[in-house]
């Protein structure tokens, strides 16, 4: 019977995707190691392990929405489901590398958005929780299946640079705001009648001065 082990060995962002995506590279290791595995249809849950990091001034003060203040983080810095992800899996006999694409927003509404935005620098570190069905070949009865045992597991750091790459390519020198329509007809009606040109000159006209200015 099939007894898979899984280790994500890198990531990058992907490029030409329709949707913003990060694909993680994998190495998969089959015992028995003469087994012929048919076919995995994989799934994985991906968690934030949010404590296993240190955050500095700027980034705590955009991780307020979060977790609140500072001092309270011993009761309120938790482990986060950030996103599922699948793939299937071809044959092979022994080991084979896999990548696992992960489909990303820049929904600000999102608790995992929320917590790639307020970093600077530095590394995610990631826990990625396996399931899914294996088909493989049996010694005696033909094709098999075996689910993988729940407790398959792998962790990983994420650099960053590799998130902060991937919004930077999908929406240059921007950023997403969501708004309720009643909030966005409101802000619209503004807009035209002080005839504002462009979205940025309609906030601009609501926000104060910085100190600076």
Known sequence: MPDLNFTVTGVEATAHAVTPLITFQMEVINTPPDESIH???LQCQIQIETIRRQ????EKAKLL??????ERWGQTLRTMLWTHAHTTIRGFTGQTTVQLPVACTYDLNVAGTKYFYAL??????????????VFYAGQSRGLQVTQIS????????????VWQEMIDRYYPN?????????VFDRLYQYKVKRGL???????????PPLDDE
Request: proline share 7%.
């Open 120 to 133: 600077e620098e530095g590394e995610v570190p990631l826990r990625f929780l396996f399931s899914g069905t």
């Open 197 to 207: 040109p462009t979205w940025e000159d309609t906030l601009r006209s609501l926000l």
């Open 150 to 161: 729940w407790d398959k597991e792998a962790t990983f750091r994420l650099p960053v640079r």
């Open 39 to 41: 076919t995995v249809i």
């Open 65 to 70: 929405d979060l977790f609140g203040e500072p």
């Open 174 to 182: 921007t950023a997403w705001l969501y708004l309720h329509k009643d």
């Open 55 to 58: 955050y500095n001034g700027a």
